[in-house]
């Protein structure tokens, strides 16, 4: 297993800033999408689907693998003016 550290914004952040997650060794954005969902209340699954997953530097694709102590970034989507 390995460690990496979720951070949480929009409608995530009354979860916290941060959340810790272990997934497996070679774990992809998939993979920790799932870990991340069963962490997470009912209510906010939806809008889990619909969010995408970034590290420091771009938007990862689902199929992307997450390295060891990485700390990645949930986007939920964004509206307004």
């Known amino acids: 297993m390995q460690d990496i550290t979720i951070q949480l914004f929009g ?22 999408r799932a ?4 962490t997470l209340p009912e209510d906010l699954h939806d809008l ?8 420091e530097r ?6 992307a693998i997450v390295s060891e ?3 990645l970034a949930v986007l939920p989507p964004v509206s307004g003016g």
């Not at 995530?12 to 920790?32: C, I, N, Y």
């Not at 889990?48 to 590290?55: G, H, K, M, N, T």
């Open 48 to 55: 889990l689907e619909v969010s995408r997953f970034a590290d």
């Open 11 to 32: 409608a995530f952040r009354p979860l916290g800033s941060t959340m810790a997650l272990q997934v497996p060794k070679g774990a992809s954005v998939h993979d920790v």
């Open 58 to 63: 771009a938007v990862l694709a689902e199929n």
């Open 69 to 71: 102590n990485s700390t």
């Open 35 to 38: 870990a991340f969902a069963d």
